[in-house]
């Protein structure tokens, strides 16, 4: 019931910025958990970063690392993710997904979210 679709990906050079945006389907936006994942060639898919709305207040409820960050625009049914001083290894498709359920923290950062995007092609140059 949940539409998502990432935005932002591209070929960066190693030690840019990169701000990936997705727009999710749906009335009731603001009270999902919103996070993103990446996967690589390869490699297992993992979790990035999430965070979730109350109140008035947005809670970045985990990152992998501090180089990204997570921030949403209710009105726009929109979350985005802020990739810092890009490395080569962050080279993957990064997903976001919504969990409507309220999911603990841990089910999150397993990826036990309820709908998934279809994901944008980051590629980073050293």
């Known amino acids: 019931q949940v539409q998502l679709v990432e935005s932002g990906g591209g070929l960066v050079q190693a030690g840019d910025s990169l701000r990936l945006s997705c727009v999710a389907s749906?009335?009731?936006?603001?009270?999902?958990?919103m996070g993103w994942f990446r996967q690589a060639p390869g490699k297992e898919r993992e979790f990035v970063a999430a965070?979730?709305?109350?109140?008035?207040?947005?809670y970045e409820i985990d990152s992998m690392e501090g180089r990204f960050t997570t921030s949403r625009d209710n009105a726009k049914n929109t979350v985005y993710l802020q990739i810092n001083s890009l490395k080569p290894e962050d080279a993957a498709v990064y997903y976001c997904?919504?969990?409507?359920?309220?999911?603990?923290?841990?089910?999150?950062?397993?990826?036990?979210?309820?709908?998934w995007g279809k994901g944008t092609l980051v590629t980073v140059s050293s």
């Open positions: 997904a919504a969990g409507i359920r309220g999911q603990p923290i841990a089910a999150v950062r397993q990826g036990g979210m309820d709908f």
């Open positions: 965070n979730r709305y109350s109140g008035s207040s947005i």
């Open positions: 749906g009335r009731t936006f603001s009270k999902y958990v």
